[in-house]
């Protein structure tokens, strides 16, 4: 995704210091589910803005396969994910005559040849990335209160 979608939080600061108290995989765990909740605010919309905007059987198909991916190998520090569609869907794979791969949603998010883009991702981004920090917020102290709970 592009520079626009990446969300840097400031004034978090109490969080990771609780956080760094933790053990370091429960620590991981509260910060995984954490941004996973704020993450899923965006694919409803994502989800929601394909079958407005692009609309037909491909707006459905795309609302159908849109996920969440945790990324794998993250910083400590540093955590991300990603809204990107099912890699098992076949039919996001167009071959033209001449053999040339293209990626059906990522056209239809940026444009192709003489055909405007249809920015559905970026959109919702746009839309909810402020409640997205509050969400994360929300869960990060939701998750750091069980833990201390659990003593």
Same mark, same amino acid.
């Given at each position: =995704? ?9 004034? !978090? ?17 509260? %910060? ?13 919309? %994502? ?5 407005? =905007? ?13 996920? %969440? !991916? ?20 076949? &039919? !996001? +794979?167009? +071959?033209?005559? %001449? ?22 991702? &970026? &959109? ?11 969400? =994360? *917020?929300?869960?990060?102290?939701? *998750? ?5 709970? &659990?003593?």
């Amino acid at each position: =995704m592009g520079d626009g979608m990446v969300l840097k939080l400031e004034g !978090f600061r109490e969080f990771d210091a609780k956080l760094k108290r933790l053990v370091p995989k429960v620590a991981k765990k509260i %910060v995984r589910q954490a941004t996973k909740a704020a993450a899923k605010n965006t694919l409803k919309r %994502v989800k929601e803005n394909a079958k407005s =905007m692009i609309g037909g059987e491909m707006g459905d198909l795309i609302a159908r396969n849109a996920k %969440v !991916f945790v990324f794998k190998h993250q910083r400590r520090g540093s955590w991300g994910v990603q809204i990107g569609m099912d890699p098992r869907e076949k &039919r !996001f +794979i167009h +071959i033209s005559t %001449v053999g040339k791969r293209s990626y059906i949603p990522s056209a239809i998010e940026y444009g192709h040849g003489n055909a405007r883009p249809i920015p559905y991702i &970026r &959109r919702a981004w746009a839309e909810t990335k402020q409640q997205d920090v509050k969400i =994360m *917020g929300r869960e990060l102290k939701k *998750g750091i209160e069980r833990e201390a709970k &659990r003593g």
